[in-house]
């Protein structure tokens, strides 16, 4: 079972960047869609954005739309979510999950979704 280790969050003002790093441990790595997820207090966990195993396709919800970007780097098995123009409705802990099968179909879908690493705290002040 792959390990998945995230970095990068933090306290950033609204308007600001970030971005994450979410390191797998599976020597398959570069064979399967990557997803990023947030949770919010209070709230379900959702998915934010994800792309296939080359990179090539991804897939972002409406609320992240032009301002983050999501990329891997298959050499490094790491993927990444650049956050711009945050919010502070952005502040949630984010958590990396790897798809349950090397297929392009559906990988917006968080229930594809296992092996999630531990999470990083990301919060916007306003």
């Known amino acids: 079972q792959v390990q998945l280790v995230e970095s990068g969050g933090g306290l950033v003002q609204a308007g600001g960047s970030l971005r994450l790093s979410c390191t797998g441990t599976?020597?398959?790595?570069?064979?399967?869609?990557m997803g990023w997820f947030r949770q919010a207090p209070g709230k379900d966990r959702e998915i934010v954005a994800a792309?296939?195993?080359?990179?090539?396709?991804?897939y972002y919800v409406d609320f992240v739309k032009g301002r983050f970007t999501i990329s891997r780097d298959n050499a490094k098995n790491t993927v990444y979510l650049q956050m711009n123009s945050l919010e502070p409705e952005d502040t949630a802990v984010y958590y990396c999950?790897?798809?349950?099968?090397?297929?392009?179909?559906?990988?917006?879908?968080?229930?594809?979704?296992?092996?999630w690493g531990q999470g990083t705290q990301v919060t916007v002040s306003k």
């Open positions: 792309l296939i195993g080359s990179g090539r396709s991804t």
């Open positions: 999950a790897v798809k349950r099968d090397t297929t392009n179909q559906a990988i917006g879908v968080m229930a594809n979704y296992g092996s």
């Open positions: 599976a020597r398959t790595f570069s064979y399967y869609p």
